[in-house]
């Protein structure tokens, strides 16, 4: 696949995955243009995101983004604390992602580098394979335990992490695989 193409999904995705703001909908509708001919279960699970948010105000859509993912739910969108936990591992884990962004340039800005949007806005900028080895060994496994914990759960976010995932697993963000 285009390494452009795979880099641009990674983008979109941590955009998705943000504070919901006004153009939301235009983003997710360009994440399932790239997306619909790479991986149709994805841009499936997307267009049902979006047909949420072409009927919810956006006062709405953020009162539902903050259920998904504040500090005590299911969803936490933070990388270390779904493989870790809250303890001295993920401060490693977090220290070694800003030593890494650095080394690239990249800044996570005041979030803090764990965040799930933070590693995909890296990805988008950057390829390599360490970089693959981050989702294959972090960013799966994490999206894994949040899409478990949702499971009976009614959440529009669901199916942008379980999109997410799925491309993510069948291989989108290689840069390579066709």
Same mark, same amino acid.
């Given at each position: 696949?285009?390494?452009?193409?795979?880099?641009?999904?990674?983008?979109?995705? #941590?955009?998705?995955?943000?504070?919901?703001?006004?153009?939301?909908?235009?983003?997710?509708?360009?994440?399932?243009?790239?997306?619909?001919?790479?991986?149709?279960?994805?841009?499936?699970?997307?267009?049902?995101?979006?047909?949420? &948010?072409?009927?919810?105000?956006?006062? $709405?859509?953020?009162?539902?983004?903050?259920?998904?993912?504040?500090?005590?739910?299911?969803?936490?969108?933070?990388?270390?604390?779904? &493989?870790?936990?809250?303890?001295? $591992?993920? #401060?490693?884990?977090?220290?070694?992602?800003?030593?890494?962004?650095?080394?690239?340039?990249?800044?996570?800005?005041?979030?803090?580098?764990?965040?799930?949007?933070?590693?995909?806005?890296?990805?988008?900028?950057?390829?390599?394979?360490?970089?693959?080895?981050?989702?294959?060994? $972090?960013?799966?496994?994490? &999206?894994?335990?949040?899409?478990?914990?949702?499971?009976?759960?009614?959440?529009?976010?669901?199916?942008?992490?379980?999109?997410?995932?799925?491309?993510?697993?069948?291989?989108?963000?290689?840069?390579?695989?066709?």
């Amino acid at each position: 696949m285009n390494e452009t193409i795979s880099k641009s999904l990674c983008g979109y995705f #941590a955009q998705l995955l943000e504070y919901p703001v006004p153009s939301l909908e235009e983003l997710t509708k360009k994440c399932i243009f790239l997306l619909d001919p790479l991986h149709k279960e994805a841009a499936d699970l997307l267009k049902g995101f979006n047909f949420f &948010l072409e009927q919810t105000p956006l006062a $709405r859509r953020e009162a539902i983004y903050t259920d998904a993912f504040e500090f005590h739910s299911p969803s936490f969108p933070y990388v270390g604390y779904h &493989l870790f936990g809250e303890n001295d $591992r993920r #401060a490693l884990f977090m220290t070694g992602l800003k030593e890494h962004y650095g080394f690239y340039g990249f800044s996570e800005g005041t979030e803090l580098p764990d965040r799930l949007s933070i590693v995909l806005r890296f990805l988008a900028s950057e390829r390599d394979a360490e970089q693959m080895e981050i989702i294959d060994w $972090r960013v799966v496994p994490a &999206l894994e335990k949040m899409v478990a914990e949702l499971n009976g759960k009614s959440n529009p976010y669901k199916g942008v992490l379980q999109a997410l995932l799925l491309a993510l697993k069948d291989g989108w963000s290689d840069g390579g695989k066709e």
